[in-house]
Structure formats: C-alpha cells, structure tokens
C-alpha cells in the first residue's frame, strides 16, 4: 500500500535550469511533508519541509510546493547545480492509524543534473 | 563529529546466524528510529524508540529485536537471519517523538544474507 508515490524514478537536467520533482501522496491524513537528500552510501539528509497550512515553501535554491485537493507536492531546484545530483525522497507525516510519531516515505527520483 | 554513527558499515553473513548493528546518536535527541531499505527502495520504519522506551513496532518479524540501552543508543538484534533479511538498514534520530521533526540518518549498515 504505497501511500506515498514518487512515478518517476529518474530525472535528468541541464546544470542552470530547473529540476521539479514530484510526489503523491494517496492519506488525507497527511498534513507535513519533507524532502530528503540522499548521496550513495550515506544517509538521507533532510532538505525543506512544508506544514499543510501552507501551499508553498522557500529555502534558496530550493521550493517545495503544496497542492492539497490533488494530494500532490513538488521540489523545485533553480538553478540546478552538479552537486545536487542524488536521490531525492518525499516523506509524509500525519495523524495516520492515531500515530504522527512515523514518516512514511516514496522510493525516491534519481536527479541528474549534466554540467 | 558524526551525528548518528552505525556500526558495521557493511555485514555478510551466513542464513540462520544472529547480528547486531549499533547506532549511537551525539545530537542531544530523545528519539531514535530504525528503517530498513529493501531491494525496492522503500524506506520502511520499523521500530523508534523515545526516552528508551518503545513507541513504533511495525509489522516486523519478532526475529528482529531493538534495545536502547540508554538515550543515545539504539541497537537492532537479528535472529535467524534469512535471505530476505538483505537490505540497508538505516538508524535515525530526532528531537521529539514526531513525524513534524527533522529526523537524522546515519549512513546505513549494508546487510548481505548468504
């Protein structure tokens, strides 16, 4: 029961322009969401989050946008740099089955951004 | 410093044997989690632990048995390894016992089942 979808494994960008990642998320219970970063063989490393409350995010480079009638949140990357190649996972949080102690996170999107 | 330490880093073992990986967080939190990422990707929670004491068990074999010695510990005890039992577990911690916190990952113990 995928709760939280990332439909695209891959995404590859240009260094200077725009990535946009994409994340469903099917629990209307949900009301916190997080991105994640995570480099080969290290741990995800958290990137913006955004509340509910809220339909949009900014921290520098990076925004996350909130759509809660489609049940649908993106990162948006400008402008996008080598370095920030890496898999990039959406995480939900909420009171789902009486608990909002645990993330519940996508399989992630391969970002690859070309010099 | 490392924030959240794991130790091995790697583990190969034989099916039927008994392991145990170490996380140690230095960050002050009170929360501690362990996820295990399977050969499909996902990050699943498995066990968190608050102050020592258990408050997520998912679904999870009783083969696997988590112990928080003390704040900044939670170690993972695998009995009976199995084939499936292969994947990359992470241990992570946080602040508070919320999912509305940051939590903070080590870098994964790869767990290799023979």
């Known amino acids: 029961d995928q709760q939280v979808k990332q439909n695209s494994p891959s995404l590859s960008v240009q260094e200077g322009r725009i990535s946009i990642l994409n994340c469903d998320y099917t629990n209307s219970m949900f009301d916190y969401f997080l991105w994640y970063k995570k480099y080969p063989a290290e741990g995800p490393t958290f990137l913006i989050s955004i509340s509910s409350i809220k339909d949009k995010n900014e921290d520098g480079r990076f925004t996350v946008f909130l759509n809660k009638s489609a049940k649908h949140l993106s990162l948006h990357i400008v402008p996008s740099q080598p370095g920030d190649s890496a898999v990039y996972f959406c995480?939900?949080?909420?009171?789902?089955?009486?608990?909002?102690?645990?993330?519940?996170f996508g399989k992630g999107t391969l970002l690859t951004v070309n010099p | 410093d490392t924030a959240v330490s794991q130790t091995p880093k790697y583990l190969v073992t034989q099916m039927g044997n008994d392991k145990s990986i170490k996380c140690e967080q230095n960050?002050?939190?009170?929360?501690m989690y362990w996820y295990k990422q399977d050969s499909k990707k996902f990050l699943k929670i498995m066990f968190s632990y608050n102050n020592k004491e258990l408050i997520i068990n998912e679904t999870v074999p009783n083969r696997f048995s988590p112990k928080s010695p003390d704040k900044a510990h939670l170690n993972l005890h695998i009995n009976s390894l199995e084939l499936g039992d292969s994947a990359v577990y992470f241990c992570?911690?946080?602040?508070?016992?919320?999912?509305?916190?940051?939590?903070?990952f080590g870098p994964g113990t790869r767990l290799t089942v023979l």
């Open positions: 995480a939900a949080s909420g009171n789902s089955g009486g608990s909002n102690y645990k993330l519940t």
């Open positions: 992570a911690s946080s602040q508070f016992p919320s999912g509305y916190n940051e939590q903070f």
């Open positions: 960050l002050g939190h009170d929360t």
